[in-house]
């Protein structure tokens, strides 16, 4: 591990046009949705969510327009086309001009829209597909965006970066609401490329499958170059404690985590992951682990996944090593 922090890597741009499906409706948003998945740097697990807006024919022929967006629960990394539901758009629009509406009037009213039965029940978010006028939208929780939306001045930062090109939304809970305020800034203002919703995440979206994937990318590319251009060398104060060669650290958590999994369990059996990256190690032998890594998640999504803080030990290979005591 060096002192020096190495700017992150970009998104990479996974579309191939020979494996995407040829029509553009519930298949390509099923790849689109499973390109953007496999980054969990764009999307952490079972969070997100994608949809499109196609033309299809009901059990009586007649054409209808069907908003199809993932399905609360499922995890876009490997969701398959039965993993969306389907919802007639005419029926879900006209909650646009309501002046509010709770989360179980708003579930309530989207169950009876179903377009087909069998399907999973809709995301809380999908009236934010709906309102968004475009064919094809993206919400992703990149971790580019998050670090900036999760900052104090991070409506200046936007604005330095993206310019008229994006718009801010306020932080409030997933909902009818929230919605409606970014259906109403996307309306408004027809040549917005984003939406960036404070401590949340971002709203993208294209007239194709292919143009929505791409543009989310280039949205959190530049975010990405923004911080990059902005890293400090030493950002938590530098090292604190130097890390161990691999194989001495392998050996010593092959003694340690049994204890630690043991110490865990409680009720039920815990399965312990070793994340031994250049960033995370950067992070915990830094001087400022100790104080930083008790101030809580920045991002309420983040919660979903973990407790507040995490449990933070001060101990260096060398008060210890040789032993696991």
Same mark, same amino acid.
């Given at each position: ?9 970009? *998104? ?81 629009? @006209? ?46 929780? @990149? ?11 991070? @409506? ?12 801010? +939304? ?24 984003? +939406? ?72 039920? *059996? ?38 507040? +803080? *995490? ?15």
């Amino acid at each position: 591990m060096t002192e020096t922090t190495q700017p992150r890597t970009h *998104p990479v741009n996974r579309w191939n046009d020979a494996e995407a499906p040829n029509s553009d409706g519930l298949a390509s948003l099923t790849y689109r949705s499973r390109l953007l998945g496999s980054d969990r740097t764009l999307v952490n697990i079972y969070g997100g969510n994608t949809s499109t807006k196609s033309v299809e024919k009901d059990h009586l022929g007649r054409e209808v327009s069907v908003l199809w967006v993932k399905g609360s629960g499922s995890d876009i990394a490997d969701i398959t086309p039965a993993g969306f539901a389907g919802l007639k758009l005419d029926e879900v629009l @006209p909650l646009f001009d309501r002046p509010q509406m709770s989360d179980e009037e708003m579930t309530a009213y989207l169950d009876r829209t179903a377009f087909e039965v069998g399907r999973p029940r809709q995301s809380i978010e999908t009236l934010l597909h709906a309102f968004v006028p475009a064919r094809h939208v993206d919400h992703t929780h @990149p971790d580019a965006i998050i670090s900036i939306a999760c900052t104090p001045n991070g @409506p200046e930062i936007m604005r330095e970066i993206y310019g008229e090109r994006a718009a801010w +939304v306020d932080y409030i809970r997933p909902g009818f609401t929230l919605s409606q305020q970014i259906g109403a800034a996307v309306r408004e203002n027809p040549k917005l490329e984003a +939406v960036v919703m404070g401590k949340h995440g971002l709203v993208t979206w294209g007239d194709t499958s292919k143009e929505s994937y791409e543009k989310t990318l280039q949205i959190i590319g530049e975010a990405q170059t923004y911080l990059d251009a902005h890293t400090e060398a030493q950002p938590f104060g530098g090292a604190k404690v130097q890390a161990l060669p691999d194989a001495e650290r392998d050996a010593l958590l092959v003694r340690v985590l049994p204890i630690l999994r043991g110490a865990m369990k409680g009720a039920r *059996p815990v399965i312990l992951n070793v994340d031994s990256s250049p960033e995370a190690l950067e992070f915990v032998n830094s001087h400022a682990a100790a104080e930083l890594s008790q101030v809580g998640a920045a991002c309420p999504d983040h919660l979903v996944h973990t407790k507040r +803080v *995490p449990l933070y030990l001060d101990w260096a290979p060398e008060q210890g090593r040789g032993g696991a005591d």
